[in-house]
């Protein structure tokens, strides 16, 4: 069977065998994540109008990074004792995988903390890093 998507390793730039690799991301990254958004938050917060937080587009531009997803291969894995987040990689090779555990994900209170998103929008472009397809999907934008 072939796979409509595959896992690039962030280390060796190597394609991720089924029960090779995962999708992960470090809780403690997520948590720090966090914590630095909500200093972000009380430093550029403007004065809450009708208790609504705004920002001045300035002041998005230092908007702190979210955690990042990581692609490993098991032998290449930096921090194999981490406490993750993981999705091995032969539960993510299709377009229908991806959906569901963005589904799955969703329910996470943290996943916004995360680049989630970017691995989505990389995915769909192509990018050629962590997760993406083997034929260029129709994208319409
Ligand atoms: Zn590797």
Avoid at 30 to 49: C, D, G, S, V
Avoid at 60 to 84: G, I, K, T
Avoid at 86 to 114: N, Q
């Amino acid at each position: 069977m072939t796979h409509e998507l595959v896992a690039i390793c962030d280390a060796c730039k190597q394609t991720i065998a089924d029960g090779d690799g995962s999708l992960w991301v470090d809780m403690a990254e997520i948590e720090q994540a966090t914590t630095n958004e909500r200093a972000w938050e009380q430093l550029e917060a403007e004065q809450p109008e009708r208790g609504v937080l705004t920002f001045s587009g300035e002041s998005l531009q230092s908007y702190p990074d979210p955690a990042h997803w990581r692609v490993h291969q098991h032998s290449c894995d930096p921090a194999p004792n981490a406490n993750s987040h993981a999705i091995e990689i032969h539960r993510c090779r299709s377009w229908a995988d991806l959906v569901w555990w963005t589904a799955h994900l969703l329910g996470k209170a943290w996943l916004p903390r995360t680049d989630w998103d970017e691995l989505l929008q990389e995915a769909a472009e192509a990018g050629q890093t962590r997760i993406t397809p083997v034929t260029s999907p129709t994208l319409h934008r």
